[in-house]
């Protein structure tokens, strides 16, 4: 079993920055590609950012440029860096690996 731990989110205001971590448990983590989505009020689940094993990185085109995904394998965790911060980047944002999901964390961003 793999736990996913998300780091608090919180409001910025619009043009600024906010780093999410998520911190897994279990032995599977360098092993597998990881990712970050996210999910606004009335709308799917949509993928933001992946990184896999190797460290290829793919972003959403409403991300790229502004948001940087990174892993710290040694200690077991994802970061997600965002910059430059849009009201529409507001949304629950979740880490994912493999099949497992994190709780989500809250990014309230106001104009």
């Known amino acids: 079993q793999v736990q996913l731990v998300e780091s608090r989110g919180g409001v910025v205001q619009s043009g600024g920055s906010l780093r999410l971590s998520c911190a897994a448990s279990?032995?599977?983590?360098?092993?597998?590609?990881m990712g970050w989505y996210r999910q606004a009020p009335g709308k799917q689940r949509e993928f933001v950012a992946t990184?896999?094993?190797?460290?290829?990185?793919n972003y959403a085109a409403s991300v790229k440029g502004r948001f940087t995904i990174s892993r710290d394998n040694a200690e077991n965790t994802l970061y997600l860096q965002m910059n430059s911060l849009k009201p529409e980047d507001t949304a629950v944002y979740y880490c994912?690996?493999?099949?497992?999901w994190g709780q989500g964390t809250q990014v309230t961003v106001s104009s």
């Open positions: 994912s690996i493999y099949i497992f």
């Open positions: 279990g032995s599977i983590f360098s092993h597998y590609g």
């Open positions: 990184m896999s094993s190797g460290g290829r990185t």
